[in-house]
């Protein structure tokens, strides 16, 4: 069974709109992040939190908001979503923060397609 | 800043060759380096890890030293398999500084018959 469950597993949104990318992790970690996909850029850090306080923020834009309910639940809300935003958003975590305990597990991802 | 350096991006093989791919590294602390695996469609997952200078790490016949004096990381594999076509990317949690892992840019393996 996955351990990080991320929904959808594809999206398809115009542009302009709105979604929301759900992950949730059972691996009983204590980070969680946000990373993205694309051609352009392979892998893209874009969130990290720790016991649901954002800890880094790397994405220049305010159109992508993180949302954390639970320590297990990671949630990201993509405002007026542009062509730009086509990738494969990652959701992850890891024990904790730092070092060896750093060690990424990755959900499936979310393809998301912007017309 | 923090980075990692990733400088072949397609390394195309014959199958039963050996194979290193390069990864070099940045930071002012104490570093965790990792190598990833990502097959065709599916998300990345750990191959190796290690923070430990000049010792070899190894796994499912992948191996890996860390040099700190070269600020290296690089992966190899003695004879390498169609299965192990993929992308690998390296990845750097700085000691001290670790809010997120840095990756670099990935390579692709592609390994031929």
């Known amino acids: 069974d996955p351990k990080i469950i991320q929904k959808p597993k594809y999206l398809v949104a115009v542009t302009g709109s709105e979604k929301i990318l759900i992950c949730e992790q059972y691996?009983?970690?204590?980070?969680m992040y946000w990373y993205r996909q694309s051609a352009k850029k392979p892998l893209e850090f874009m969130f990290s939190?720790?016991?649901?306080?954002?800890?880094d923020n790397q994405t220049a834009s305010s159109r992508f908001q993180p949302q954390s309910s639970k320590k297990n639940h990671l949630d990201l809300q993509i405002t007026a979503l542009k062509p730009d935003d086509s990738a494969t958003y990652f959701c992850?975590?890891?024990?904790?923060?730092?070092?060896?305990?750093?060690?990424?597990?990755f959900g499936a991802g979310t393809r998301l397609s912007v017309l | 800043g923090d980075s990692v350096t990733q400088t072949e991006g397609l390394v195309t093989l014959t199958k039963g060759l050996p194979v290193m791919l390069n990864c070099t590294y940045q930071?002012?602390?104490?570093?965790?380096l990792f190598w990833y695996v990502q097959h065709l469609n599916e998300a990345p997952k750990l191959l190796l890890k290690?923070?430990?200078?000049?010792k070899r790490t190894e796994h499912q016949g992948f191996y890996a030293t860390l040099h700190k004096s070269s600020s290296s990381f690089h992966l190899q594999k003695s004879s390498v398999q169609l299965s192990d076509s993929a992308l690998y990317f390296c990845?750097?949690?700085?000691?001290?500084?670790?809010?997120?892992?840095?990756f670099g840019t990935g390579t692709k393996l592609q390994v031929v018959p």
């Open positions: 992850a975590s890891s024990q904790d923060l730092g070092g060896s305990q750093n060690t990424l597990y």
């Open positions: 691996l009983g970690h204590n980070a």
């Open positions: 290690s923070s430990t200078d000049n």
């Open positions: 990845a750097l949690t700085p000691a001290n500084s670790g809010t997120y892992q840095r």
């Open positions: 930071t002012t602390y104490s570093p965790f």
């Open positions: 939190y720790s016991y649901q306080k954002l800890m």
